[in-house]
């Protein structure tokens, strides 16, 4: 194993490594297994394991957590098993969260589930050592040019108190080359200037991917730090289930009723209001749709779709079901569409077919004034431990990146909208070549510092994440506690208290957590507004009319 700290692009502006390009350099050079501890997150611990995993690499998970209030105290805690893994959710999460959070605290539980491994000697001194955290908890050692004074003394302190320690390379860039590219994302988060950066916030430049072979070289004198972290990697074991649906819960007040009973009654009971006479081909139609959902699982999916629908329409807001659930009939008969799919011999199996390795794609628009408190519903109704808001992870683009980095560099803000508005509304990959054909830009000369530089690291931040912001739809709802699955953070703007997951849509997907899409539409809102002034002036007729989204 070549590090057990490695930190990707994902720890939003701590590491700079892709976790492509993690993955890659592992297979290279032949590892079995390879970790990711990205600092206080998890953001793209989900993506990590889908690739480790396509390339049959064992992946290990875990996260370097700091204390908020005095950063010297520090440890990469790594899942051993699922139950470490939820764990290590909430420990990030309450983390994220909680401004009282306290990293010493940690030490007052049981961590039988996780790895502990620490290079801070501060936290070594401030908890008391247990059997069990003795068994689990290693000191770590590094060896670079910086860290050797310290190493001997963590050393020295692991063998006075029994502790077993353990070898690290801590990675945050690929190569030695990229060092200054950490640099300038350290002053990007920092919102400095790169030469004024103290040097204690950078990390070591001698932190990059550490090939197998010269890690065993360079730890050939302490073999037991090395077996020890071969024996951690061994003994990690965890299975997040990708692509198997997790799917959210519906409570039934009928006992005797089960998820799809219950879903067939209000069906039909739904097919009775819509078609009057009942057809034979409707019946059909409805019992084959209902037997294809019942049999991918979706039944408590539904359940929630339509309960949601039910809020509304008992709220008088004004909604409406888009998307390829207009092809089904039982959308249809649940309220969630208007559009008879009958008449319109729309197919089901464009929404739902046995062979659909995704789950159902329901679009719900509601009054863009209205939707805030159809999704405070969903979380009163199915609790706050199991709904969030998905995140949407923004990225550096050319514009973004060239700003930021302009700025770091030194250039004042009228430099840097000077030529910013000049740049591409486009990826910043190839950025240097791209300003070059701008003739706006030819009274510069690009090929000489700052500018080279500058488009230079622009181009190499390119899709880089830069914070989390929310989904403009995604909600989640989960059976489980939803840290048994995602750890959760404030989105940007934590002012306005917005909880999202620290995964994005894709990575939420992969893990089989199911998302419902809660939409605004103002074009909603502005037609209740009409009816309402319809209403005022006894245009009854005309407002029945306009009532799209009665039942028929």
């Not at 700091?66 to 899942?79: E, Y």
């Not at 408590?300 to 339509?306: A, G, K, P, S």
């Not at 939707?371 to 706050?384: E, V």
């Not at 009816?531 to 799209?548: A, C, S």
Request: hydrophobic share 40%; net charge negative.
């Amino acid at each position: 194993m070549f590090t057990l700290h490695a930190h990707s692009n994902y720890s939003l502006l701590s590491g700079t490594i892709r976790i492509e390009e993690l993955v890659t350099f592992a297979k290279k050079h032949g590892s079995h297994y390879v970790a990711l501890t990205d600092t206080n997150g998890m953001s793209g611990l989900i993506k990590f394991v889908k690739l480790c995993l396509e390339q049959n690499i064992k992946p290990i998970l875990g996260s370097l957590v700091d204390d908020p209030k005095d950063k010297n105290l520090n440890a990469v805690f790594i899942a051993k098993n699922n139950e470490g893994y939820a764990q290590l959710c909430r420990i990030i999460t309450t983390r994220k969260l909680k401004e009282d959070f306290s990293l010493i605290d940690l030490f007052s539980e049981s961590l039988n589930n996780l790895y502990v491994i620490t290079s801070s000697i501060e936290l070594l001194k401030s908890i008391k050592f247990s059997q069990e955290l003795k068994q689990n908890i290693f000191v770590e050692l590094i060896v670079t040019q910086k860290a050797k004074p310290k190493t001997r003394e963590l050393y020295e302190y692991a063998k006075e108190n029994n502790l077993q320690v353990v070898a690290s390379h801590p990675a945050y860039f690929v190569s030695k080359e990229d060092f200054k590219l950490h640099q300038i994302v350290t002053a990007i988060r920092l919102n400095g200037v790169i030469d004024n950066i103290p040097i204690e916030l950078l990390e070591d430049e001698e932190y990059y991917l550490m090939k197998p072979e010269e890690f065993n070289q360079t730890w050939k004198g302490l073999p037991e730090a090395v077996w020890n972290a071969d024996r951690i990697a061994h003994n990690c074991q965890v299975d997040l289930k990708l692509g198997e649906y997790k799917f959210p819960e519906y409570q039934l007040k009928e006992k005797e009723e089960t998820p799809f009973s219950y879903l067939w009654k209000i069906a039909f009971q739904g097919l009775a209001r819509r078609y009057q006479p009942l057809t034979e081909q409707a019946i059909k139609k409805l019992q084959y749709e209902l037997e294809v959902i019942d049999e991918l699982g979706y039944s408590e999916y539904f359940l929630i779709v339509w309960d949601i629908i039910r809020e509304a329409k008992a709220r008088g807001i004004m909604h409406l079901g888009r998307g390829s659930a207009a092809n089904s009939l039982v959308s249809y008969c649940l309220g969630f569409t208007e559009v008879d799919p009958i008449e319109q011999n729309l197919y089901f199996e464009r929404f739902l077919n046995r062979g659909r390795v995704s789950p159902p794609d329901i679009d719900l628009d509601f009054s863009w004034r209205e939707r805030d408190s159809i999704i405070k519903y969903i979380f009163d109704k199915y609790g706050y431990d199991k709904v969030a808001m998905i995140s949407t992870t923004v990225t550096f683009r050319a514009r973004s990146a060239f700003r930021e980095v302009a700025k770091v560099f030194g250039l004042s803000n009228m430099e840097i909208s000077e030529y910013s508005k000049y740049i591409p509304w486009s990826t910043a990959e190839g950025l240097p070549s791209i300003v070059a054909k701008f003739p706006q830009t030819k009274s510069i000369d690009i090929t000489i510092d700052p500018w080279k530089s500058i488009l230079k690291y622009s181009s190499k931040l390119s899709e880089f994440p830069h914070y989390l912001s929310i989904h403009p739809s995604g909600i989640i709802v989960t059976k489980n506690k939803l840290t048994d699955y995602v750890a959760l953070e404030y989105a940007k703007n934590k002012g306005l208290g917005l909880i999202v997951t620290q995964p994005d849509m894709y990575s939420i997907e992969d893990i089989g957590l199911v998302k419902i899409d809660i939409l605004s539409q103002r074009s909603l809102g502005v037609l209740k507004e009409t009816m309402k002034m319809l209403n005022e002036f006894g245009e009854d007729e005309e407002e029945e009319n306009l009532n799209v989204y009665k039942l028929k």
